[in-house]
T-cell receptor, first 112, second 113 residues
Framework: LAKTTQPISMDSYEGQEVNITCSHN???????ITWYQQFPSQGPRFIIQGYKTKVTNEVASLFIPADRKSSTLSLPRVSLSDTAVYYCLVGVGSGGSYIPTFGRGTSLIVHP | ETGVTQSPTHLIKTRGQQVTLRCSSQSGHNTVSWYQQALGQGPQFIFQYYREEENGRGNFPPRFSGLQFPNYSSELNVNALELDDSALYLC????????????FGPGTRLTVT
């Protein structure tokens, strides 16, 4: 499974746009990129998933360059409630199973 | 749509004991995965069950075992508990066959003393 590298922590302020970049240099052809958000003592929550170019939903955007060796999660106009750990996952598994592998994630702190 | 539930919420056990954790998957999901999350770490994959069979396993010893039932609910059993087994245990359900979104339960906090 492809290994991912993310910044350990980031700081931002309310109302700003936050971009978290994840490196996955050995991503395989059929791997997808998925981001999860986790609050303390809760299970992770799916944010967004993509394969190439750009994906946008109601909470975030995901930018994936042509070589797919990195991806950037963009959170528009963050609020205090966006303070959480964000995980980038890469993989598709085999034999029909999908086994996401979590790294240590990026701890985002949003300040007033 | 019913979400993923886990029981119990918290549990305290003594080293050497055995524990069983339970998970009910989200309706429509036939795949259940279990994760162990130590403090300050990301979730570590334990194993996955699909149609009542183990469908993948992480780097965990055999004393970690599981079951999936016909209704897709699941159990995680840990024998001979060690102090390092203290962690948040997360269950996630999903559809099978692709990189589908996983829905996580709130977790069971296990403390081994």
């Amino acid at each position: 499974l492809a290994k991912t590298t993310q910044p350990i922590s980031m700081d931002s302020y309310e109302g700003q746009e936050v971009n978290i970049t994840c490196s996955h240099n050995n991503i395989a052809t059929n791997d997808y990129i998925t981001w999860y958000q986790q609050f303390p003592s809760q299970g992770p929550r799916f944010i967004i998933q993509g394969y190439k170019t750009k994906v946008t939903n109601e909470v975030a955007s995901l930018f994936i360059p042509a070589d797919r060796k990195s991806s950037t999660l963009s959170l528009p106009r963050v609020s205090l409630s966006d303070t959480a750990v964000y995980y980038c996952l890469v993989g598709v598994g085999s034999g029909g199973s999908y086994i996401p592998t979590f790294g240590r994630g990026t701890s985002l702190i949003v300040h007033p | 749509e019913t979400g993923v539930t886990q029981s119990p919420t918290h549990l305290i056990k003594t080293r050497g004991q055995q524990v069983t954790l339970r998970c009910s998957s989200q309706s429509g999901h036939n795949t259940v995965s279990w994760y162990q999350q130590a403090l300050g770490q990301g979730p570590q994959f334990i194993f996955q069950y699909y149609r009542e069979e183990e469908n993948g396993r992480g780097n965990f010893p055999p004393r970690f075992s599981g079951l999936q039932f016909p209704n897709y609910s699941s159990e995680l059993n840990v024998n001979a508990l060690e102090l390092d087994d203290s962690a948040l245990y997360l269950c996630a359900s999903s559809r099978s066959g692709g990189p589908y979104e996983q829905y996580f339960g709130p977790g069971t906090r296990l403390t081994v003393t």
